[in-house]
Nanobody, 128 residues
Framework: QVKLVESGGGSVQAGGSLRLSCAVS????????MAWFRQAPGKELEELEG??????????HYADSVKGRFTISKDNAKNTLYLQMNSLKPEDTAMYYC???????????????????RGQGTQVTVSS
């Protein structure tokens, strides 16, 4: 059974930084992408926004809204996915979820609800 557990969320002032982690277990596909999504306040879970994806070649891909501020990475030895978030803005406030799937990276970035394996989320709150 696939299990994803996010951590590292919290409250920070605008301009600050946070690093999210996602521990993954039970996923056995040899070709996969890993992703971060977010659900903004007042939005339904079906309105998830793709934030960043790292594909099977370990190439990162980002939503325009976070390019240059967020960095996705992973540690294969630890089966852990990371999201380094710098220069945070109030509009980054959201519940952040990690996901792993063997779908193509662009599917996960543009259609996050297509992901079959997603964690329970960690809250990020950015105050102005």
């Amino acid at each position: 059974q696939v299990k994803l557990v996010e951590s590292g969320g919290g409250s920070v002032q605008a301009g600050g930084s946070l690093r999210l982690s996602c521990a993954v277990s039970g996923f056995t596909s040899s070709t996969y992408s890993m992703a971060w999504f977010r659900q903004a306040p007042g939005k339904e879970l079906e309105e998830l926004e793709g934030v960043a994806v790292i594909d099977s070649d370990e190439t990162p891909h980002y939503a325009d809204s976070v390019k240059g501020r967020f960095t996705i990475s992973k540690d294969n030895a630890k089966n852990t996915l990371y999201l380094q978030m710098n220069s945070l803005k109030p509009e980054d406030t959201a519940m952040y979820y990690c996901a792993v799937d063997n779908k193509k990276w662009w599917v996960l970035l543009l259609e996050p609800n297509e992901a079959n394996n997603r964690g329970q989320g960690t809250q990020v709150t950015v105050s102005s």
